[in-house]
């Protein structure tokens, strides 16, 4: 119930395109759904983050779609650019007495040609 | 400001050595967290720790222990080293205990020979 998981696991977009990455969960209990980039050799920066009270948010070229019913939420990157290239993790998180901890998908890696 | 810092950047160890893993959180963040990343994967949860006191412990064996000292930084210990720790260890902290934003170090790569 704790898993989250995250499709596809490598993504290649050309430049000016639209990557879509998209991830599942079961635990309804969570509450807070965030969106991590990941360089190599670089721990996780948040890139944008959502609360199941609203379906979407959006912050410059990227967007985050939640379908609470579904369990289902997806990152969209508009005009990606070759600076995109990264891996992109999904993750999700509740307020617990046992510690906010987050629960990571397993990773998309996204390559963007020029 | 300075982001999460880690400490050492890189390790290798010897199977059944004990390392000891440092961070320093944001200026003001008294909650830090554990994640354990092998190459290729999401990070895993280690430990959750506020105040000083362990709030959160995930699936790992007790051969992995940690602390946080009164200025908020904290340690992990690993014991009796496998080959299987060899992971990106990382660091990440939140201003307060709550379900918010968490600034993650940029991580101690350890490699256990």
Known sequence: QQQVKQSPQSLIVQKGGIS???????NTAFDYFPWYQQFPGKGPALLIAIRPDVSEKKEGRFTISFNKSAKQFSLHIMDSQPGDSATYFCAASMQETSGSRLTFGE???LTVNP | DAGVTQSPTHLIKTRGQQVTLRCSPISGHKSVSWYQQVLGQGPQFIFQY????ERGRGNFPDRFSARQFPNYSSELNVNALLLGDSAL??????PQYMNTEAFFGQGTRLTVV
């Open chain 1, 20 to 26: 879509i990455i998209n991830c599942a969960y079961e």
């Open chain 1, 107 to 109: 990773g998309t890696q």
């Open chain 2, 50 to 53: 506020y105040e000083k006191e």
């Open chain 2, 89 to 94: 260890y990382l660091c990440a902290t939140r």
